[in-house]
């Protein structure tokens, strides 16, 4: 559980299904050190967390928190406007210097869109 203030909403990038929290959210099968199994589904859940951040708290987890959550931060940002081949550098200077662990996250960030 997070610590303060429950999120509203929250995306859990696990290799299964987690446990319910009691607030809304969104399931994207994405087993550790890969990449998400459903791009299109992965695109269509961070365009609702970003949407949804505006105006509600908004959690972004996976097991260890950097691979998948700090590849999903990147992702974001990109959809938020920072530039697919900066994301990763952006993302690892705000969050964690070690987020977006592994070759092909960092070339599924290159190469996210919307």
Known sequence: MPSGHPPQFGV???GSAPDQFGWESRFVRWPDFWLPRDRAYTTEVLIEALRRSGSERVEVACGGGRGRTGTALACLAVLDGV?????VAFVRDAYHRRAVET???????ERFRS
């Open 83 to 87: 530039p697919p081949g900066e994301a």
């Open 103 to 109: 070759l092909w996250q960092r070339r599924f960030v």
């Open 12 to 14: 859990y990038l696990l």
